[in-house]
């Protein structure tokens, strides 16, 4: 089996939010950070819809992240 492709220089510019993340994102200090994309997870499981995920996305999107 091949070895896994990994790039020469890899950096945190990737967080992954969904509803049991118990806090407050402020996706401008996240874009300050260095922060370029975000991914949030719309539904859990089968049935439940994250009641975070429209909100936190309009916020993602306001601020230029991905």
Do not use: E, W
């Not at 945190?12 to 922060?35: E, P, Q």
Request: aromatic share 8%.
């Amino acid at each position: 089996m091949p070895d896994p492709y990994l790039p020469p220089v890899m950096s945190d510019v990737i967080i992954d939010l969904y509803h049991g993340n118990k806090v407050t994102a402020d996706f401008s200090a996240i874009k300050a950070s260095g922060i370029a994309a975000v991914i949030l997870n719309a539904t859990q499981g089968t049935g439940f819809v994250d009641p975070t995920f429209a909100p936190r996305l309009a916020q993602a999107r306001a601020t230029g992240l991905l």
